[in-house]
């Protein structure tokens, strides 16, 4: 018998992402974004995300189907991302998921994002290790997990205490007068920079910082030092040299995260790391990552950077392994929920 077929929903911010598979393979990623609706305001707008999600939904669900070569009858599951993420947003996903599930009889999982963001490497590198360490960097979550078992142990480790990751790399792309979201603008004026131009700060790594915070994540010192050195630069009359800004700024990014991850594996002794989100799609973090796990002979898994960014292969990813692994499904009647919890995986 062949392996259960999944479809997945992602609607958690600006993304309309319908993903298929089957078992760990893919076989459709659509993906319908709003962010160009959003750029003019340098950040995504809930409700212009909401109305897009609607609007997209159908149209991104039949796109799939035939990318797939499938029907909606063959579905054996859906999964939907149930949070955590924009109110409004997951309550087109939700809707959608469950009118699908309620008509044609079949389970549906509500699925926590961010254990989707680390499943999705299984449709790429095989069944997660377990345990293995996940570090999520995107543009709404920094956090450091021990990952026992994907489908219901997921222990939070360290987080950031003040921006995500990926909002400091937008929140620089805009002091350097880069488009949003600034993250992949960033990496590719890196690329032409010096990343020991400018010192910027390593936040929360001091001794001090780390007896309390020893896996969380500080960026927003960093974001100030930045901003407040072009600020200097510009009243000196001195022209900003953007690539060799953003190179320094990325690789105080990409130590810091990649310090606190490799600690994190050497000091719970475990031997896999997996690395998701949007930030994991940086050129930069991918390649120091490499090299330090190398050193310290920790296996590295990072998805190629399509799967990195929201999508909903990687709810269908989670939704498979959780069909694979034989959980129950989630009641018709749950909710969508903004700040789900990671420990949290299925609704
Ligand atoms: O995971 P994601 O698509 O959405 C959230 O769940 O937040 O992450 C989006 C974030 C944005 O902040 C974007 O700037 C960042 O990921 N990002 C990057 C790169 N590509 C996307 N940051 C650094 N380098 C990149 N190449
Ligand atoms: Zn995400």
């Known amino acids: 018998m062949s392996e259960p077929l999944i479809l997945g929903i992602e609607t958690s911010c600006d993304e309309t992402g319908i993903g298929i598979v089957r078992g760990t393979t893919l076989l459709a990623d659509t993906v319908a974004s709003s962010v160009d609706e959003h750029a003019r305001f340098g950040g995504v707008v809930p409700e212009v995300a909401s109305r897009a999600h609607l609007e997209a939904m159908v149209p991104t669900i039949e796109r799939a189907c035939q990318t797939a070569g499938i029907t909606l ?103 350097l007068g880069l488009p949003f979201p600034g ?11 010096d990343p020991n131009a400018i010192d910027f700060p390593r936040g929360l790594t001091s001794p001090k910082d780390m007896e309390k915070h020893r896996f969380d994540v500080s960026f927003s010192g960093l974001k100030t030092a930045v901003a407040r050195w072009v600020e200097r630069e510009e009243r000196s009359g001195n022209s900003i040299m953007v690539n060799d800004v953003a190179a320094s700024f990325q690789e105080a990014v990409v130590d810091v995260l990649l310090r606190k991850a490799i600690d994190a594996c050497l000091t719970n002794e475990v031997g896999t790391l997996v690395i998701g989100g949007g930030v994991a799609a940086n050129s930069r973090l991918r390649a120091v ?59």
């Open 73 to 175: 009858d063959d579905v054996d599951a859906f999964a939907v991302t149930a949070g955590p993420g924009l109110a409004g947003a997951l309550l087109v996903g939700v809707s959608a998921a469950k009118s699908l599930a309620l008509a044609l009889n079949k389970p549906l999982y509500g699925v926590n994002h961010l254990a989707a963001h680390v499943c999705v490497d299984q449709l790429e590198h095989g069944l997660l290790d377990q345990p293995s360490v996940a570090m999520l960097v995107s543009g709404g979550h920094s956090s450091l997990l021990l990952v026992p078992d994907i489908t219901g142990e997921v222990q939070p480790l360290g987080q950031t205490i003040d921006d995500a990751a990926g909002e400091a790399f937008d929140k620089i792309a805009r002091v």
């Open 183 to 193: 993250g992949p603008y960033i990496d590719l004026a890196a690329r032409d920079g």
């Open 289 to 347: 990552a490499e090299e330090r796990c190398a050193e310290h002979k920790i296996r590295l898994r990072i998805p190629s950077a399509k799967l990195c960014t929201d999508n909903g292969a990687m709810v269908a990813a989670l939704g498979s392994e959780l069909v694979r692994r034989g959980r129950d499904a989630s009641r018709l009647d749950f909710g969508s929920d903004s700040s789900m919890q990671v420990t949290e995986v299925v609704a």
